[in-house]
């Protein structure tokens, strides 16, 4: 039996149980700790065992979302729905599988862009470059003291399924960096940061996310953003903690970046 079945079996008889966001102690500029929750609504002891009731869950968990979660929810149904039905069945499947949801969870590891397949490659875990929100406010070549320009960057991991993204998180920054003399420039202030459950088509999931402060270095060259995404399974009477993923950016003065997501 492995480590992970284990784990199950002796929790069986336990509660849902919740996690409990981590926090940081870092100096920090510009910004504030916050937390925040997102959870798919389940009941316990809900039950998706054919591609009609995960059909059916989706539309339900559709209701009330903002426009933007409407259209991507809706892509995704007819993007299910396009599967042959032995893949739909075995994409549900899959849902029920303490296994897999663990290698999910625990593949994306990596510090740098990257993508990985498993279950014959049926299950993608891939990591984003680092992309534009929208481009630097200005595209001036040469900026005299005191200009200012504007940049937002974003970096996602994604869990994908059959071709389907089941599962993306994002981290993003906007800040603002200021000529302090010709030909240099410093981070001089965070404009927007922000954790984001892009989606999440994963029944009895429960995901909640720590933001933590922003971190400015101390030459105002670089600012680094984390977020750690905490993960709660529930199945049937079951609870039944996975862990916790760090996912963070960090950005320069030039208005580029990296990020990277590691298991806590």
């Known amino acids: 039996m492995s480590k992970f079945n284990k784990l199950i079996t002796g929790v069986a008889a336990m509660s849902l149980l919740l996690s409990v966001p981590l926090s940081a ?3 920090s500029i510009g910004s504030v700790e916050s937390q925040s929750t997102y959870s798919v609504e389940t009941q316990s002891g809900f039950s998706v065992k054919t591609p009609e009731e995960y059909i059916s869950y989706l539309k339900q968990t559709n209701v009330g979302s903002s426009n ?8 995704f149904i007819s993007q299910f729905k396009s599967l042959p039905r032995d893949k739909q069945q ?4 899959y849902l029920n599988d303490p296994e897999f949801l663990n290698t999910a969870f625990t593949a994306i590891n990596e510090q740098t862009e990257a993508s990985k397949t498993f279950y014959n490659g049926d299950l993608t875990v891939s990591s984003s470059s680092v992309m534009e929100i929208f481009p630097s406010s200005s595209s001036v070549s040469i900026m005299a ?24 998180t994002r981290v993003e920054l906007s800040y603002r960096t200021t000529e302090v003399q010709t030909n240099s420039s410093q981070i ?5 940061k922000q954790g984001t459950l892009v989606q999440n088509y994963t029944p009895g999931a429960h995901i909640t996310k720590t933001e933590h402060n922003v971190v400015i ?8 953003f984390t977020v750690d995404w905490s993960w709660n399974f529930l199945w049937d009477k079951l609870g039944l903690t996975v862990g916790t993923k760090r996912q963070w950016i960090e950005v320069n003065k030039a208005g580029t970046g990296y990020g990277g997501i590691y298991n806590l």
Request: charged fraction near 35%.
């Open 217 to 224: 270095s101390s030459d105002k060259t670089t600012a680094k």
């Open 68 to 75: 933007e979660e409407s259209s991507r929810t809706k892509l």
């Open 145 to 168: 003291k005191g200009d200012t320009k504007d940049h937002a960057l974003y970096y996602e991991d994604v869990i994908n399924v059959f071709g389907l993204d089941m599962v993306k």
């Open 188 to 192: 001089t202030s965070i404009l927007n």
């Open 90 to 93: 075995q994409f549900v499947d």
């Open 25 to 27: 102690s870092a100096d």
